[in-house]
């Protein structure tokens, strides 16, 4: 479905603007296996999860990584060398998973900031969003930030975009969003929002040349 003229544009993070690797966290810790995805994969996310609906802080989060990592490696058969871990060694596993900008994104992103106000809306996290306002340029020309720690909310809750709306002040018929990820869009057409399924930039930029925005 095209949108004429929409009055906000917003993003997702994750694979839209930034490419994003889970793997590399267990890959970064050096246990990358196939039994220790199986084994970890449920609980890591779970304890994310926490972290990213702003239920835990950041040390707590890395504190419940230890319990899950160093604890149950006392007496886990999946660890291969029973190694203890340190916060620094979570932290670094966790930043690791961002990775490079995805490419021509920025150029876009400048060029539709002259034309409406832009947000972004993410599952995200201290440690990684402070991160990416470090080193992700293409932040810069984002002005509204709309963060699941800060609503503790997460997608693809109806809340949170409801509540996202409510801080826009504005018609969410009025908002393009942009997501890689269909629950998302899903859960933002039904929010009353035009929904864009992120492909790439080739196929977005003809999206928004489409709406009259580039």
Request: with cysteine; hydrophobic share 40%; glycine share 6%.
């Amino acid at each position: 479905m095209s949108v004429s003229q929409p009055a906000v544009v917003i993003f997702d993070l994750g694979n839209v603007l930034v490419h994003i690797r889970p793997e590399a966290f267990l890959q970064t810790l050096g246990i990358d296996t196939p039994e220790n995805r199986r084994t970890y994969q449920h609980s890591v996310i779970d304890i994310v999860k926490r972290y990213e609906r702003g239920e835990d802080s950041t040390e707590t989060f890395l504190q419940n990584l230890g319990t899950l990592f160093n604890v149950r490696n006392t007496s886990n058969a999946c660890s291969d060398e029973r190694r203890q871990y340190s916060r620094d060694d979570f932290q670094r596993a966790m930043l690791a998973i961002i990775e490079l900008p995805i490419p021509g994104m920025e150029e876009l992103v400048r060029t539709l900031g002259t034309k409406v106000p832009l947000g972004l809306l993410s599952n995200t996290n201290p440690l990684h969003f402070d991160a990416c306002m470090e080193n992700l340029a293409v932040l810069r020309s984002i002005p509204f930030h709309f963060l699941s720690y800060r609503l503790r909310l997460l997608k693809p809750e109806p809340e949170i975009f409801e509540k996202t709306i409510e801080l826009l002040r504005h018609d969410p018929r009025d908002v393009l969003y942009i997501d890689d990820l269909s629950e998302n869009i899903e859960a933002a057409r039904r929010a009353g929002l035009h929904g864009y399924h992120f492909v790439g930039v080739d196929e977005l930029n003809e999206y928004l040349s489409s709406c009259g925005l580039v």
